[in-house]
């Protein structure tokens, strides 16, 4: 049996069977959490951090998703010299837990779980990450049924959801699985956040992404999706409660 605890909630889960890992011989941190190599960013990701940085204010409470422009906010220092930040996450990504080690990211302000980072799941950081989570009480792991809840997510205030897109068209509407047929990518939380966050006092949805493609030939904001492209974030009206 494994039991994940937080306030006010319990879940626990039934493991079939354990399998040894063996050691790939791989430096720890040389891989992400989902076991992709680690890169480092290049300009585009440096100024999309820097942006994001200034539309984040003290006191909010932040989602961001894995994806090649959303995950690097933190690890870049956009978010460094803000205060009393919030963290309820499915992942966490780079960068993260040296803000919580730092004090910007401390829940103080949070209307539920004050004071505790939430996320589905910690991992592909360095030893000095994991070390600190270990048996940390200020870090809460949930399962999705509870991270993932619009209603979770809408009762806390200033709720910020960050998450990288391959295309937006000039209605709102938001891809972040495939160009026309051609899928890329998963849709991760980002629907239940973009529902969570029209539910919160406060809350935004920042989507990241290049304005292009292909070396600048192929524009990723246009006035209408490829056909065949999976819409991930309806446009806004069609997801206000």
Known sequence: MIRTYGENYVHVSEIDAFVE?????????ATDLLGRKTWEPGEVE???AQHVGTLIRDGDTLQIGVGSTSEWVAHLGALDGKSDLGWHSET???GILRLVREGVINGKRKNLNCGKLIAIAVG???KEDMDFVNNNPKVELYDADYVLNPKIVGSLDNFVAINSAVAIDLTGQIAAESIGPTLLSGPGGQLAFATGVQLSQGGRFLSTLPSTAKSGTVSRIVPQLDAGT?????APWRIRS
Do not use: A, E
């Open 230 to 234: 999976i819409v991930t974030i309806p």
């Open 124 to 126: 592909g950081g360095d």
């Open 21 to 29: 890992h063996v050691s790939g011989g791989k430096q720890p941190g």
């Open 92 to 94: 966490t990504p780079r």
């Open 46 to 48: 440096k100024r999309i």
